[in-house]
């Protein structure tokens, strides 16, 4: 039993280290991907793994290379699985993750947006939200695209040290 | 560990089989989810619904992906193929999901693939050319915001798989709209042209507005979100007039199979290529 509790703990370490390819700055357990990390009766190693978004072109990589590393270790059973419910929200993007986001020049999300429930509410007037430029930390930015080179990010700008940055969108 | 590990995973030898993910099974966008219907759930019509909608989300990912290198502006071509791909994802998952529950075990490209326009069930409205941006946009707004308010509602399905890839569909869609509701008013709300177009645009999609409203409740609230922003666009209401026949019954309009004719010609000219 003790062994057991062991390998799923180191299991769950080696899984966790798998960096994500579009934001390789990032863990798959910092980007909140990874959701669980557990171990069968017959020594399987179950890694669950849930998309970002519905069109993530990186999923099949992921699955991909948490299966090598976790047979590179030396687990010989190895299962992926994939979660969708409940769905990815930019709130489980740790605070570890958050951290190397910025010190990458890219600027991590606010909180994710919550609606009660009923019809999901169209807002027509701007939303003011403000975003702190990674670089100088300056309040003072603006966007420039909602849409950008990845799903999960949009384009803004400091007012302040003049530089272009990514944002990391809540969702 | 060096940040192309990943590649040098997936290009490892796999003698068996070598298409995409090279033969690491991880192609199909369900691996690993429990197949299971649930008792009470009519399975074929579970596969119906799944198909339909991955057809109308397979068919707008295409025309918003015809906009690539035409958009007015590089920053709304970027926004226009972020959607699509997003759609594309939501058809992949519906495909998989009916391959799963409809008995034949098809995988994505099948569906994708090796039908003909008469096999396609999306609702007609998406299959129509793109038109000029105020008449994608509308479409759009149209598209996503029925598609949204459906979701919402499939989120509580007694399919657990659908029910999932509606709940994560409705984050999306929801910035979707968002998108072609911002753009609806600017445009409407804009020069005497843009104004024009834009009010074009909403006399074409209208008679196809009827077949949307045909198997779920969601009239309503489609209906809301197009008075909010008609009336914030100084636009005036899509007057509903239907049209016979339907996209949903396999009717379609003669601008889908040119459009399938260009999505689906390299994999059948060359079945089971690997690229």
Known sequence: MVTVLTDVRHARHIAEQVPDPELPMLTLADLGVLRAVEMTGDGTVVASLTPTYSGCPA??????????????????????????????????????????????????????????????????????????????????????????????KALWRCLACREPFEYVKEI | ????????????????????????????????????????VDAGRLAADCVAL?????????RLAEWTTRAPELEEEVALAN???????????????????????????????????????????AELPCGDFAFSIVRLLVLSSWRLAHFEQLSAHPDPVL????????????????????????????????????????????????????????RGEVVAVLRQVTEAAGLPMPVYRPLPGAGRAGERTEHLAPLLAELQSVARAHPGATW
Request: charged share 25%; proline share 5%.
């Open chain 2, 163 to 218: 029910a999932a890839i509606a709940a994560k569909g409705v984050k999306e869609l929801t910035y979707h709209r968002q998108y072609a509701a911002e753009w609806a008013v600017r445009l409407g709300d804009g020069t005497e042209e843009s104004r024009r177009r834009t009010r074009t645009a909403m006399e074409q999609v209208a008679p196809y507005l009827g077949e949307l409203f045909t198997a779920y409740d969601v």
């Open chain 1, 59 to 152: 999923m099949a990589e992921m699955r991909a290379d948490v299966a090598a590393r976790l047979r590179d270790a030396g687990y010989t059973r190895v299962e992926i699985r994939t979660v969708l419910d409940p769905p990815w929200t930019s709130d489980w993007i740790t605070p570890e993750g958050r951290r190397k986001l910025a010190e990458h020049g890219i600027a991590p999300p606010g909180a994710a947006p919550h609606h009660a429930a009923g019809p999901v509410p169209l807002v027509l007037s701007p939303v003011r939200r403000t975003v702190a430029c990674p670089r100088c930390g300056s309040a003072d930015t603006e966007e420039t695209s909602r849409f950008a080179a990845t799903s999960c």
């Open chain 2, 83 to 125: 959607i699509g791909l997003d759609l594309l994802g939501q058809a992949r998952l519906l495909y998989a999901r009916a391959g799963q529950v409809d008995g034949t075990g098809r995988d994505e490209d099948a569906y994708a693939y090796f039908r003909d326009a008469e096999d396609f069930r999306n609702v007609r409205l």
């Open chain 2, 1 to 40: 560990m060096s940040d192309d590990h990943v590649y040098m995973t997936l290009a490892e030898g796999h003698e068996d089989d070598s298409r995409w993910a090279y033969g690491t099974g991880f192609e199909d966008p369900l691996h690993g989810v429990d197949t299971t219907v649930p008792e009470g």
């Open chain 2, 54 to 62: 991955a057809d109308d989300a397979l068919v707008s990912a295409q």
